[in-house]
């Protein structure tokens, strides 16, 4: 069985809805990102087998061939695009490692690309001739009582594991000092600039007293310790061992990866057995992990997945998460995957994971 390699991984920054990046087409966010991270990788354009992200946002079509060819990759590049919401650029990247070892490609883009500020309005339409009626979020369950929306999801959560607010808006404020003590380090390394931003703009000075003053959202969920939503884009450069043996490319190895389908009622649950199921395939405890990026859509999902794998929350998110930057949905699994890339330390194991409505959880595992 062949295996691939991360040899490069860049992202741009994080930027709420409506802020600088309100103007950008999505190819405008992601080409520059991927350029970066070929340059880092020392890879031509000819070399790419594939591009593939994940998109929850768009109007369908196939974002990633637009994404494609505004990139200068060659035009046999087809460019695949995938929606499975926030999993989608963790999942663009675990089928790009599946394509590697299968012997289709010996390199593959992967990762996500999101614009909340450019996503196109959505009009659901009746048979009875009623005038169509705008909606926001798509039904993820075929059971309206069994589709809840996500701040009340994970206010349920929340309420089920025993989170209290306070909790929450600890991690909160943690995840914010982290983003920014991390900025410069992020700035040097990962963060390709994008229409001149290079800078996380939501990460700041958060308190106890802010967060005191937050407008309750469902339960003890809060605006403080929900992730905003955001514009971004962030991609890996995935090689076969092959050519990593051929031209002495290194990076961390994708050791195993996983989508598992949960509780749609409490989606933020479902991370939890896909850490549990990759771990068990590497043969490995969660103390064998040495650096973990969780997604951090709400606080109360990002502390039970850490609680529910048993993960040391020293090791999560070192660099703050998307309470600090926010969340660009296709993208967001794909952020956490560079981030990952950027920490981990040779001799390391290194999780990354993400949930999604419907109740679906992804993880991917690195080995360094």
Excluded at 256 to 261: D, F, K, P, Y
Aim: charged residues 20%.
């Amino acid at each position: 069985m062949r295996r691939s390699c991360i040899v490069a991984a860049r992202r741009s920054a994080v930027v709420p809805r409506g802020g600088a990046f309100r103007a950008l087409e999505l190819q405008d966010l992601a080409t520059p990102v991927i350029h970066a991270a070929l340059a880092d990788a020392g890879i031509a354009a000819a070399e790419v087998g594939e591009l593939i992200l994940g998109n929850a946002l768009g109007a369908g079509g196939n974002p990633a061939r637009v994404v494609a060819l505004a990139s200068d990759l060659p035009e046999r590049v087809a460019g695949l695009t995938i929606d499975r919401q926030c999993c989608g650029g963790l999942d663009a990247i675990l089928l790009g490692d599946a394509m590697i070892r299968a012997g289709l490609h010996d390199v593959v883009i992967a990762g996500g690309v999101e614009s909340y500020s450019r996503r196109p309005l959505r009009l659901r339409s009746f048979a009875d001739g009623r005038e169509p009626q705008p909606y926001d979020q798509p039904p993820f369950t075929p059971w309206p009582e069994r589709d809840p929306e996500m701040s009340t999801a994970a206010g349920a959560l929340a309420e089920k594991l025993g989170i209290s607010r306070e909790a929450q808006e600890d991690w909160a404020v943690q995840s914010h000092a982290r983003a920014l003590a991390a900025m410069a380090a992020m700035q040097a390394t990962e963060i390709a600039p994008v229409a001149g931003v290079f800078t996380d703009s939501f990460a700041r000075r958060l308190t106890p007293q802010t967060c005191a003053r937050a407008r309750p959202l469902a339960g003890t969920v809060t605006t403080a310790t929900t992730a905003v939503a955001a514009d971004g884009a962030a991609v890996c450069i995935l090689v076969s061992d092959r050519l990593v043996e051929r031209t002495a490319r290194s990076g961390p190895e994708i050791v195993a990866g996983t989508t598992i389908g949960g509780d749609p009622e409490l989606p933020g649950l479902a991370p939890i057995a896909a850490i549990r199921s990759v771990l068990t395939d590497a043969g490995l405890a969660p103390s064998d992990i040495g650096i973990a990026e969780i997604m951090e859509a709400f606080a109360a999902q990002a502390i039970a997945c850490q609680q529910g794998a048993g993960l040391d929350p020293d090791i999560v998110n070192p660099g703050g998460g998307a309470l600090a930057r926010g969340h660009p949905i296709g993208a967001s699994g794909a952020i956490n995957a560079v981030r990952l890339v950027h920490e981990i330390q040779p001799g390391q194991y290194g999780l990354a994971a993400i949930a999604a409505a419907g109740g679906l959880g992804t993880a991917l595992l690195l080995r360094n």
